[in-house]
């Protein structure tokens, strides 16, 4: 194995977190991110097996990576999941191995999940009430994700997270809703803004509710003003926490921590530490990016682990990568348009 230091890219940025999809598939269809009538899947035959995730991600790990979320499409859609993270949990070669999901499978799979030894959840949910949950999702499946969550609880997981992306017009007037939501659960609850992302094609700049608007909102309800929250670090989220005083529909929210993620409005490129592997092992350094590493090919041509961790590590050192700043500098922004169409680009493809 190689004693180099970990690699650094061209902007002293760590290979420091994977984020891996093991499916590409998923059981809903929620508007900002599978918007059409249909779509073209990963072949089977290209999907990686459990052991060549093993050994990709624990490359990785040999290269520097630290954290690693499982992602997808829904990644509890993915046969024997639970056994995947027990084979790469058992491996022990992260600090944290978390998973982001819908949560519609989590009610049969916390269990599991946390006995395999996957350190926590980010829950994705984007409304509170039952009609609304129905018409961004396609799904009427507010009662399964909150069944999900109390799952999760009783199986043991802390430190949940969840997440919501905001968007106007449709859920501008929950946000203090969520805050209270995550004070009863003991859950962190993070707004995402609404992104341009490769597929993403209902995007428009009119249903960005920015960071800056989301405060101004919250403290407009809860009648205090939240504050900064420790370091953002290589964080997405920059998080708040609502001091003493925070009241909502007579509500005590003191305390209360939240994260907002401003990947459209103020990008942090500057400190991404992130790579995406989908799951057919195309490796993309950005959200944004059209071009990946074909590791899919690599893995199956019988190139050896220092070949692979080399390719890894230069390609690494090579990055420029800066897809959301480069968005932010658009004169007129609109729903991204790939110039080389492709499975691979999409965020249920690409992971989130
Ligand atoms: N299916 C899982 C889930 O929904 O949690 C994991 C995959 S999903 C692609 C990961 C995250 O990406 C979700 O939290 C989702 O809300 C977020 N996402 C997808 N499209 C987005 C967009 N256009 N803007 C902001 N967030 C988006
Ligand atoms: Fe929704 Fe996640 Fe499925 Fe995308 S991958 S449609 S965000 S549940």
Not at 62 to 70: C, H, K, P, W
Not at 184 to 195: D, G, H, L, N, S
Not at 248 to 277: M, N, Y
Not at 322 to 330: D, F, K, S, T, V
Request: glycine share 8%; with cysteine; aromatic share 6%.
């Amino acid at each position: 194995m190689s004693l180099e230091p970990f690699p650094v890219d061209t902007r002293q940025r760590p290979l420091a977190s994977l984020r891996v999809s093991i499916t590409d598939r998923c059981n809903l269809r929620c508007g900002y991110c599978m918007p059409e009538e249909s779509y073209e899947w990963l072949p089977a035959k290209d999907i990686l097996s459990f052991e060549e995730i093993l050994r990709l991600t624990g490359l990785f790990a040999d290269t520097g990576a630290r954290r690693l979320r499982l992602t997808g499409g829904e990644p509890l859609l993915r046969k024997d999941a639970t056994k995947l993270v027990a084979m790469i949990c058992a491996a022990n070669r992260f600090d944290e191995v978390a998973m982001t999901t819908n949560a519609l499978g989590l009610a049969t799979s916390a269990e599991a999940l946390k006995a395999a030894g996957l350190t926590r959840l980010t829950v994705s949910l984007d409304s509170l009430h039952q009609d609304r949950v129905k018409q961004i999702s396609g799904r009427d499946s507010l009662a399964r994700v909150l069944a999900g969550l109390d799952a999760a609880a009783d199986a043991g997981f802390t430190g949940t997270k969840l997440d919501t992306v905001a968007m106007a017009g449709f859920n501008d007037d929950e946000l203090s809703d969520f805050l209270h939501f995550g004070a009863q659960r003991a859950i962190e609850v993070r707004f995402i803004e609404y992104m341009d992302v490769p597929g993403a094609s209902k995007w428009t700049s009119g249903k960005v509710i920015s960071r800056k608007e989301m405060l101004a909102r919250i403290e407009a309800e809860v009648g205090v003003k939240p504050e900064p929250f420790g370091h953002q670090g290589s964080a997405p989220a920059a998080r708040f926490r609502l001091p003493t005083g925070a009241t909502w529909k007579s509500q005590d929210l003191s305390g209360q921590v939240f994260g907002i993620i401003a990947s459209t409005t103020e990008p942090f490129c500057g400190s991404c530490d992130r790579s995406r592997i989908t799951a057919d092992g195309m490796w993309f350094r950005c959200l944004y990016a059209e071009l990946g590493t074909n590791l899919l090919q690599e893995l199956r041509s019988g190139v050896s682990d220092d070949q692979l961790r080399a390719k890894i590590r230069g390609t690494w050192q090579a990055r420029t990568d800066n897809g959301a700043e480069q968005r932010l500098e658009r004169k007129i922004r609109k729903a991204y348009e790939p110039k080389v169409p492709g499975v691979h680009l999409e965020m249920h493809t690409r992971g989130g």
